[in-house]
């Protein structure tokens, strides 16, 4: 069964970046897209991006472009998330989820546990 | 992007209920619609993909369908785990995007 385990909660000061981890296991990782999506307080969840493991496969939403990073290391099955020139706004629960293509559509089926990221000065 | 709308916001109802949710996407998004199950500090997880196909292990109390712009999801003999919130999100294009939730709480 696939399982994903993020990073810890961290505060970072506004203009920091913060990198978030998710290490996967159950299955075998560089077959599987992973997306990222935040929830702020009191907000529906936003997607971020995703990535295919180890390739040059992905997409993000526009307000992330120019300071989202997102990375991946296939031989310890763990992907990264890196948002930088942080602000108040993206105080956020973040999360990692697999991305699976079904017969009709897409979803995401696996979930990390989320990665409490708070900006405050 | 795709504007997804859920109603209710919220709703009350006692175990053995019938409830439903509906979601409302801005632009035709065929079936690409799913719904996740989401409880305070857990991971959220998939109950519904392809607008109206139960994941496994979900219990058969669980129904969904729609396809183009009208969506449900139908919980029906409410059980006390079913309270929390539930997303509906459309993965016909990019960006994702998902619905600002219903969440059910069980009186």
């Known amino acids: 069964q696939a399982q994903l385990v993020q990073s810890g909660a961290v505060v970072k000061k506004p203009g920091a970046s913060v990198k978030v981890s998710c290490k996967a296991s159950g299955y075998i990782f560089s077959v599987y897209d992973i997306n990222w999506v935040r929830q702020a307080p009191g907000q529906g969840p936003e997607w971020i991006g995703y990535m295919f493991p180890d390739s040059d496969v992905f997409d993000s939403a526009e307000k992330f472009q120019g300071r989202l990073t997102m990375t991946t290391n296939t031989s310890i099955s763990t992907a990264y998330m890196e948002l930088s020139r942080l602000t108040s706004d993206d105080t956020a629960v973040y999360y990692c989820a697999r991305g699976v293509t079904g017969r009709e559509t897409y979803s995401f089926d696996s979930w990390g546990q989320g990665s409490l990221v708070t900006v405050s000065s | ?107």
């Open chain 2, 1 to 107: 992007d795709i504007q997804m709308t859920q109603s209710p916001s919220s709703l009350s109802a006692s175990v053995g209920d019938s409830v439903n949710l509906t979601c409302r996407a801005g632009e035709n998004v065929g079936t690409s619609l799913n719904w996740y199950q989401h409880k305070p500090g857990k991971a959220p997880s998939l109950v519904i993909h392809s607008a109206s196909s139960l994941v496994r292990g979900v219990p058969l109390r669980f129904s969904a369908g729609g396809s183009g712009t009208d969506f449900a999801l139908t919980i029906t003999d409410l059980h006390p785990e079913d309270s929390g919130y539930y997303y509906c999100q459309q993965t016909h294009t990019y960006p994702r995007t998902f619905g600002q939730g219903t969440t059910v709480e069980i009186k």
